[in-house]
């Protein structure tokens, strides 16, 4: 899960997104690993999830899984699933640059739960 002190997150605050996971305690490299447990905390913000087609850790793995499928952003169908290929995301271009600002590299297997805001 992306951190407040992560370059994603401080993108999508440029966009006017608060990020709603708050780690116990200060994660230096912007991220947290956690258990599909801990989304509990979150489960009513939004849900986005970037991974390797080879590796989708929250699609075809947790489908049957009771505890990510009773978490409302799964029941109410707020998750997004970016793909990311040869090192780069395989959203178009437009999902890209709203998530990263740019179509830049990231990390293959990443979270992000936010809550947009309206001025």
Not at 15 to 24: A, S, Y
Request: overall charge positive.
């Amino acid at each position: 899960m992306f951190t407040d002190n992560s370059v994603v997150v401080g993108t999508l605050a440029k966009i006017g997104l608060v990020n709603d996971w708050k780690p116990e305690k200060f994660e230096q490299y912007g991220f947290s690993t956690v258990g599909i447990e801990s989304l509990s905390a979150v489960q009513d913000s939004n849900f986005i999830y970037i991974v390797q087609p080879n590796d989708d850790v929250f699609g075809a793995a947790l489908k049957n899984n009771s505890v990510w499928n009773g978490l409302n952003f799964v029941k109410e169908k707020r998750t997004m699933h970016w793909t990311v290929r040869h090192g780069r995301l395989a959203a178009p271009s437009r999902q890209n640059r709203w998530l990263t600002g740019c179509d830049g590299d990231y990390a293959m297997r990443s979270a992000i739960v936010f809550r947009p805001v309206y001025n």
